[in-house]
């Protein structure tokens, strides 16, 4: 067995046990593991979306109970690129969670390539913007407010390199999915149809049936339409 695939066997194993015991501690909110984490399929694909994309890369808002995180990580030990790098956007980890998921990165051997940001992504990924960072892909599931999603999809789309991946959790909620159909009617962003095929349905609060996790293309060469150009959401 390679390195690689040690590292890789190491962080499915973390997250078969998170997915069947949960994690070592959570808040105290009555379901509130099962409430906030994504569910270990959507996890699965979004792995499987992440290596057959080759990514070496990707920033991650949210990290709650690292379920998602674990499945970056995975896929990144997976494609086993010259420079991984997980940078990971949470401002609660330690304050609300008592840094339960970072803890599970940890005992997965994923803190040699992840970067735990305490900072609201408002300040943090214009902070990654300002160094430099060029991710290939980036996995979207902080705030839920419109205007929050709004700006965080702002930022990546400069973060993400052109032709990249964004992919938001949660698109069935009102909120999160307006936020990006501004992005897709007017820059470009293409849906990648089958990314997140046969996935269960979930209702949002106003009764409308929508798919839970939607994947975003970039467009290749990027460009800024005119103002005149403005399709409405």
Same mark, same amino acid.
């Given at each position: 067995?390679?390195?690689?695939?040690?590292?890789?066997?190491?962080?499915?194993?973390?997250?078969?046990?998170?997915?069947?015991?949960?994690?070592?501690?959570?808040?105290?909110?009555?379901?509130?593991?099962?409430?906030?984490?994504?569910?270990?399929?959507?996890?699965?694909?979004?792995? #499987? &979306?992440?290596? !057959?994309? @080759?990514?070496?890369?990707?920033?991650?808002?949210? /990290? %709650?109970?690292? $379920?998602? =995180? *674990?499945?970056?990580?995975?896929?990144?030990?997976?494609?086993?690129?010259?420079?991984?790098?997980?940078?990971?956007?949470?401002?609660?980890?330690?304050?609300?969670?008592?840094?339960?998921?970072? #803890? &599970?990165?940890? !005992?997965? @051997?994923?803190?040699?390539?992840?970067?735990?940001? /305490? %900072?609201?992504? $408002?300040? =943090? *990924?214009?902070?990654?913007?300002?160094?430099?960072?060029?991710?290939?892909?980036?996995?979207?599931?902080?705030?839920?407010?419109?205007?929050?999603?709004?700006?965080?999809?702002?930022?990546?789309?400069?973060?993400?390199?052109?032709? @990249?991946?964004?992919?938001?959790?949660?698109?069935?909620?009102?909120?999160?999915?307006? =936020?990006?159909?501004?992005?897709?009617?007017?820059?470009?962003?293409?849906?990648?149809?089958?990314?997140?095929?046969?996935?269960?349905?979930?209702?949002?609060?106003?009764?409308?049936?929508?798919?839970?996790?939607?994947?975003?293309?970039?467009?290749?060469?990027?460009?800024?339409?005119?103002?005149?150009?403005?399709?409405?959401?």
């Amino acid at each position: 067995m390679t390195y690689t695939d040690d590292r890789a066997t190491r962080v499915r194993e973390v997250r078969r046990r998170l997915a069947q015991e949960g994690p070592p501690r959570t808040r105290d909110q009555e379901g509130d593991f099962e409430t906030v984490t994504v569910p270990e399929k959507y996890c699965d694909q979004l792995r #499987d &979306l992440m290596v !057959s994309e @080759g990514a070496e890369k990707v920033v991650e808002v949210g /990290l %709650a109970y690292a $379920s998602s =995180a *674990l499945a970056i990580g995975e896929a990144l030990a997976t494609v086993n690129r010259p420079l991984p790098r997980h940078v990971i956007i949470d401002p609660f980890q330690d304050r609300e969670y008592s840094n339960a998921g970072w #803890d &599970l990165l940890r !005992s997965a @051997g994923l803190d040699s390539i992840a970067t735990l940001m /305490l %900072a609201p992504s $408002s300040i =943090a *990924l214009p902070r990654l913007l300002t160094e430099g960072f060029v991710a290939d892909a980036a996995f979207v599931d902080g705030s839920h407010r419109f205007h929050e999603v709004f700006v965080d999809l702002y930022y990546l789309r400069k973060i993400v390199r052109p032709g @990249g991946l964004i992919v938001i959790d949660d698109d069935w909620w009102p909120s999160v999915h307006t =936020a990006g159909q501004y992005y897709e009617r007017n820059l470009g962003w293409t849906v990648i149809p089958d990314a997140f095929s046969g996935e269960t349905i979930g209702v949002g609060p106003h009764g409308k049936q929508g798919a839970r996790c939607k994947a975003y293309r970039l467009p290749a060469p990027s460009f800024e339409p005119f103002f005149e150009d403005f399709r409405a959401f």
